[in-house]
């Protein structure tokens, strides 16, 4: 069987600091296990421009990873990907703080890591390729001469063309999309947009399942959810309800309903609508102050970027506003804290929960919203109100659906939440399980590993038909 690599911006040396292995993680290093490969940035900036890969191994997969300098960091990591790509790929383009440097930054990282990446392929390796960051890094490995088959899955949403025309060199990334063999997408509705992207910008027609065929390359598009490992989460949640955590949670409630919502602090997920909310539910329905806390815990992120710092600020504000209203001697209406909380605490503190918010402005997929549906206790379990903005909706319509502008929704959404029946959430999360425990992280995995490998091989194809740029 042809070997897997996985090219991720950061990757998940086990034992170092990095990105933290949620479920995801677990089943992309699962496809690698016996022989794989996992290739990306380091998370370290080193003071030269050294490139040097360095390797690790640990249980039959080999990481392997590069520095970036600090101006490679700025241009390409805070700059171009996190102040131009991530707002224009969640319809913010008020947001967008575009610099021509930076782009070129974006560019020259993507051909670093092809460059140095080219040196650990073996000629028959499956290369799968995540995410924003790496859009095209692809077609840099083509112009390198690399025939392999190349996979890219993008993990945010894609947005309609009429949004997509206001990236400066929109058209280049569209092309190196082309350059894939394989080309992932969360939703129907992000794929759809995609293709029509590429008809209307680039010219090319889409056939009917997706391919998208021109003189110099045939590439497929696929709607892929991701999803998590739903019964080790399951497992993980039942035993922390006896942790020690849960029980100081629980006994800290004395008898109150929990509300929880937990994400990274960024302002695609929605967090001051959400707080909002969470201060008309205590105005409008006043027969449940003092019987319900709302817990939100909110992972800081991307603290380099200007529009992260500005939202810390405005969720202090609101969340001392509405404790300052609210608040009695003995009831915290809002703990809202920015520390990191272990995923099996984070998995108890679900299962407690009888209100799960999940309301991001917009979302590639958001499996927090998946993770609290696995958690649940079957006997009496919460309910989740989710965005319909976030890709998780389109499999998740048992839940309360809402619009996430709208606070007054989100306020009456939590007031069902509420007074809903004992018959009524077993039924919506019994049918919520059954999905999320089909939709897992695995199958997303084996799906698009599957198609990946039936398509056509481009061995036999010329070097130049694919130098895209
Ligand atoms: P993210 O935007 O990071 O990922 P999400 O899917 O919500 O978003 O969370 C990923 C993981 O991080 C989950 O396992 C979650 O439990 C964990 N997490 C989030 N906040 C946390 C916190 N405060 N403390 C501890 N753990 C926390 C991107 C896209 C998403 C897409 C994923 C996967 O933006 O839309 O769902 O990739 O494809």
New binding site residues.
Partial sequence: MARVVIVSNRVPIPGQRGP?P???TVALGNALKGDGLWFGWSGDISASADTTVRRTESNGITYATIDLSQEDYNRFYVGFANSTLWPLLHFRLGLIDFKRDDLDGYFLVNRTLAAALVGELRPDDQVWIHDYHLIPLGAELRKLGVRNRLGFFL??PFVPASLFVALPQGQTLLRACLAYDVIGF?TDEHQRDFLDAVKQMLGVEPNQNGFLETADCLSRSIANP?G?DARAFAAMASKAERSSDTRRLISSLVGRALAIG???L?YSKGLPNRFTAFGKLLQDFPEHQQNVSYLQ???KSREDVSEYQSLRRELDRKAGNINGRYAEFDWVPLRYMTR??S?SS?AGFFRKARIGLVTPLR??????AK?FVAAQDHNDPGVLILSRFA?AAEEMEEALIVNPYDPDEISYAMHQALIMSGEERQDRMERLRARVFTSTAEAYCRRFLTLLAAAPSRLNQSASKHNLA
Avoid: F, K, S, T
């Fill in positions: 933290r949620g479920g995801l993990h945010v969360q991701a998590i937990v994400d990274r960024d815990i909110a992972a990191p909380v995923r984070i979302d590639g997929m958001n499996l927090v993770e890709g």
